[in-house]
């Protein structure tokens, strides 16, 4: 509607202003009359041919340098414009209409406590002198991008006259993707035993492999793994044998990643834990096979990581596109889903808040887990007094709860630690 409003105002306006310099060459006669109305016939017949000008049928196409990148990184795009006849045009502006996703920067997390450094408002708008031109080409750079699936929409034209007084847009809607994927951290994992199972066995929370003792020996079956054969009983049997082994507890281990709506919202807190699950889960996938990650928010999504590379690219993907959602606290939903999961051995939780009722859980959850290990990934300005003592009274009960701050989130590497 207000497009249309515009197209009749500039036809009124280019039809009056010839009417008025006929009717005055008309009425006045003589030599300076006339040459006034010939001088600018041409003029008002070109705002006249401008205004009828085809504008939606430009071809515009866009060229992403990359079309999955990790966040942080930057990227180049080019707008292709081309068009059919080439109408002399003073110039145009070509706007990249952004998506709101990208109104935010990726930023290092030495700003952790200064979480308003992330918001921008993101935008591209350049002009160009067309004259006869055809073909038009607009580049234009992308940086510290933030973790995500974009969706770019379209790009906006408008073209002018020299005067201003004839104006024309059109939105083309040219739409691309690009994944910005979350960073992969070098992470140290520091090499400490703790108990299992009341002192019974000593060993390395993420070293722990998914079977126990081994009871036996029998001939290789399709789906056993390389590190099963039994080398001396294959060379004395002349066939490949494999190791029996006992399957009284599951071993797999369980990582928790907090996707909850935390009521003092810090979006690069959220970031970085994200940023800590995938890289606990690509470093721990090196030593054990068997990891669980469940992502707990408005739903849970559980994810197995095994043998396959399925399930590594499922995880990435997933962690790619994830914001924290839901109405119910992270302590109320990690209780209701760990009442409904099966016995579990070794437990990994990453979260960015902690209140009474977490700690409660916790305690319940000791007595029928044998291993947790919790991260609370938070602004140092952003710890409660509350929650500073919550942590002091888990530390002193013998949790292994690790708060990362904006001081080891800068490091590199990573350093963690089961205690």
């Known amino acids: 509607m207000k497009i249309r409003l515009r197209f009749i105002g500039n036809l009124l306006f280019i039809l009056i202003l010839l009417a008025v310099l006929f009717s005055y060459a008309m009425f006045q006669g003589g030599f300076v009359s006339w040459f006034l109305f010939y001088s600018f016939l041409p003029i008002l017949l070109y705002h006249l041919g401008l205004l009828f000008y085809p504008l939606n049928n430009w071809k515009v196409s866009r060229t992403l340098s990359k079309r999955i990148i990790q966040a942080g990184d930057s990227i180049d795009v080019t707008i292709h414009l081309e068009r059919k006849f080439p109408l002399p045009l003073y110039y145009g502006m070509v706007e990249e209409i952004m998506p709101a996703s990208w109104n935010r920067l990726h930023y290092d997390y030495a700003f952790l406590n200064e979480p308003d450094h992330v918001t921008i408002d993101r935008t591209m708008k350049k002009m160009k002198m067309i004259g006869y031109k055809k073909q038009l080409e ?34 083309y ?20 035993a703790v108990s299992f199972e009341q002192g019974q066995q000593v060993v390395n929370l993420f070293q722990l492999e998914n079977t126990n003792v081994a009871t036996g020996v029998r001939e290789y079956a399709p789906g056993d793994r390389f590190s099963w054969i039994h080398w001396k009983q294959t060379a004395k049997n002349q066939t490949v044998m494999t190791k029996e082994f006992e399957q009284e507890r599951s071993n797999n281990l369980y990582v928790i990643l907090d996707a909850c709506l935390p009521k003092r919202k810090n979006p690069l807190a959220f970031e970085a834990s994200v940023e800590l699950t995938l890289s606990l889960v690509t470093k721990l996938e090196k030593n054990t096979t068997d990891i669980e990650l469940l992502t707990v928010g408005r739903e849970t999504k559980e994810f197995s990581l095994g043998e396959s590379n399925q399930g590594k690219g499922d995880i990435r993907y997933y962690l790619t596109k994830i914001q924290p959602d839901g109405e119910i606290p ?33 305690h319940e959850l000791r007595q029928r887990i044998a291993q947790i290990v919790i991260f609370y990934v938070q602004g140092s300005e952003f710890i409660l007094e509350k929650e500073q003592e919550i942590v002091a009274q888990m530390k002193k009960s013998g949790v292994a709860i690790h708060v990362l701050t904006e001081k080891e989130m800068v490091t590199n590497p990573l350093e963690v630690s089961i205690r």
């Open 330 to 362: 992270f302590s109320g939903a990690l209780r209701e889903l760990l009442l409904t999961k099966k016995r579990m051995e070794r437990l990994v939780i990453i979260t960015t808040s902690v209140d009474d009722f977490f700690w409660q859980t916790i």
């Open 138 to 171: 607009i580049s234009y750079r992308l940086d510290k991008l933030p973790r995500g699936e974009h969706e770019l929409q379209g790009v906006r034209v408008l073209i002018s006259d020299v005067f201003g007084f004839v104006k024309k847009e059109y939105i």
């Open 173 to 192: 809607p040219v739409q691309d993707e690009l994944i910005v994927q979350p960073n992969t951290r070098d992470i140290r994992i520091s090499d400490r």
